[in-house]
């Protein structure tokens, strides 16, 4: 089902001309060789262009559609008017000479074999220069030794000649297609993709710029030991794909990944996303309600076409349209050594998941701070709430994150795993913050249990609630409260001394706790004193004959909801005043 939605958006893009045509490909490129007619040498010209990183501006290899590149294990395999050094001028830095020459000897036969009947001046000037480039000669020539380091560094180069790229000159590229198109050299087979019949691929391409897999490229698709073949097949004829199929299904996730603008990470996965028809604006609003990406519209557009899209509505937002019904695709990758895992797959109407993202965040919605700037909290957001940001690592667990974003898409039960990462850190740190207040009420929301009533998930402080756990956290917080009051600027509160021992075995921390307040409150005046009792006096009365023994994992969450909306109460007070 993955291959077949790429290589049907490998389609959409291309008769649209958003992508390379088969046989052609996207490729890094750092310099130009620029030679005469005669072949020669006269400079090296960088191609380099300023392109954003982050906050700051930097110089990166530039795009270029060239011949689609070989896929390279440990041979040699020469790339067409597209290679590194090692390739088109037979030297390198990686300490073998003769490998250098052998490699640039095999792009010789290459071009030769391809531009000997090519009568274009561009052609003649490439097949000149392989028949007098004299590669031991290289480290001397003047033309290269203002960028030798550069060349060296192991990034691509192209053929420029008379001011112009080599790979533009159309009989050239004529010469190329023709070649593409008559490798059969496989067996023929049923394509599982496209269900034609047709030439299979043995290696498919490459997928790159998934974070954490090999810069070089990864596999989708690759069987390379015995214990993975079946009925006497070799590598991908286990699983035949057709040529076109395999070009189409990479070439489309390649450039998914290749927009940075809308890739996205969640834990140790790769996350694209893609309209079946194509178009920016389905990924800008799903990236805008799912990731947390800037918004590109005003957020008053925004909230009118995501309420008109989860009503069933179409929409037309600043020209484009939006249409619910439109099949949309998630896809989550990560890397696995020299090969890619899935880590999720989903696909439904664009509407669906605008609709599941949009019940998420009213489970999420809870009073926030001041100075929380996030109106809602993106995906990344959840998952940092259960990383100790003291370690090294802080990345989530990679298979909660993935078990989240599932969760989320397919608006099903919260994994176990998000609420154990947040008990975590709340017993580790003794702090609710909005993010982990909110996942408690979220995950209680929807995984629905006896000890957590609804009473308790509101969006902010219920004092008509009268479960115990909960009004134990109320009560926690009040005397948190009176403390810092009594002693201001204290550096060590009961909070930091208490909290975990208070929500797990309250009988035993809180009549310690109380008696503690009474002397706290033998240092304020009159008037806020006896502000305190009678709060200390309302919460007490709500819990019965006497504290409970002790409270279960649901109850503690009640506990640190309690203590998360009566902060957020007087805080808010405050800000009143």
């Known amino acids: 089902m993955i291959l077949q939605a790429l290589t049907e958006y490998y389609r959409t893009l291309a008769d649209s001309g958003q992508i390379s045509p088969p046989g052609w490909a996207d490729v890094k490129v750092t310099c130009a060789l620029c030679i005469g007619a005669d072949g020669a040498l006269k400079q090296v010209v960088s191609v380099q262009t300023e392109q954003p990183k982050g906050k700051k501006t930097v110089l990166a290899p530039q795009l270029m559609r060239l011949p689609a590149p070989v896929k390279r294990s440990s041979g040699i395999s020469a790339n067409f ?10 030297v390198d830095n990686k300490g073998k ?3 250098s020459l052998d490699c640039f000897h095999a792009c010789k036969v290459l071009h030769e074999s391809l531009l000997g009947e090519v009568a274009s001046p561009a052609s003649q000037a490439v097949l000149a220069f392989f028949r007098t480039w004299q590669p031991e ?28 790229f080599v790979h533009l000159d159309t009989l050239i590229q004529q010469a190329w297609d023709k070649h593409y198109q008559a490798q059969e050299d496989g067996p023929r087979m049923v394509c599982l993709v496209t269900g034609e019949r047709g030439t299979v691929e043995s290696i498919h391409p490459s997928i790159k710029n998934v974070q954490g897999a090999q810069s070089s490229g990864a ?7 015995p214990s993975f073949c079946s009925y006497g097949k070799e590598q991908n004829y286990n699983a035949p794909t057709s040529k076109y199929a395999a070009f189409a299904y990479t070439t489309a996730l390649n450039h998914l990944l290749s927009d940075r603008k809308h890739v996205y990470r969640m834990g140790d996965a790769t996350v694209v996303c893609w309209a079946k028809c194509g178009g920016d604006i389905y990924q800008n609003m799903m990236g805008w309600m799912f990731f947390g990406q800037e918004p590109t519209y005003t957020l008053t557009d925004l909230q009118g076409a995501l309420h008109s899209l989860c009503s069933g509505n179409i929409v037309e937002l600043d020209g484009a349209r939006l249409d619910p019904n439109m099949e949309f695709y998630i ?11 899935v880590r999720l797959f989903l696909r439904n109407s664009f509407g669906a998941f605008l609709r599941n993202a949009q019940a998420h965040q009213q489970r999420l919605e809870i009073v926030k701070p001041a100075y929380d700037t996030f109106d809602a909290l993106p995906l990344w ?10 370690s090294r690592d802080k990345t989530p667990t990679h298979n909660m994150a993935g078990e989240v974003l599932r969760s989320v898409l397919t608006n099903t039960r919260y994994p176990a795993t998000l609420l154990n990462g947040v008990a975590l850190r709340i017993r580790a740190e003794h702090s609710v913050t909005r993010g982990r207040a909110a996942i408690l009420k979220a995950y209680y929301l929807k995984n629905t249990h006896p000890d957590v009533p609804k009473e308790v998930l509101t969006v902010s402080l219920n004092p008509d609630s009268s479960n115990v756990p909960y009004n134990l956290g109320r009560l926690f917080s009040l005397l948190e409260s009176i403390q810092s009051s009594a002693n201001p600027g204290i550096n060590t509160t009961i909070k930091d001394k208490y909290f975990n021992s208070a929500s797990a075995t309250p009988a035993i921390v809180f009549p310690v706790l109380v008696n503690l307040a009474q002397k706290h409150l033998k240092k304020l005046d009159t008037g806020l004193r006896t502000y305190y009792e009678k709060q200390i006096s309302a919460l007490i009365s709500k819990l019965g004959e006497g504290y409970p023994p002790r409270l279960n994992l649901p109850q503690q969450g009640s506990f640190q909801l309690g203590y998360y909306h ?8 405050k800000e009143e005043k």
């Open 331 to 341: 896809l989550g990758l990560a890397p696995n050594a020299a090969r890619l895992s």
């Open 566 to 573: 009566q902060n957020q109460s007087r805080f808010e007070k």
């Open 137 to 164: 000669q290289a480290a001397s020539h003047p033309a290269l030794d203002s960028c030798w380091e550069e060349i060296m560094a192991g990034g691509n180069l192209v053929f420029r000649y008379n001011g112009t």
């Open 219 to 225: 596999a989708l698709v690759s069987f390379n030991a």
């Open 81 to 90: 008017l597209c290679d590194t050094s090692s390739y088109l001028l037979g």
């Open 381 to 390: 957001k959840l998952l940092d709430e259960t990383v100790n940001h003291n």
């Open 97 to 99: 000479p003769q490998r």
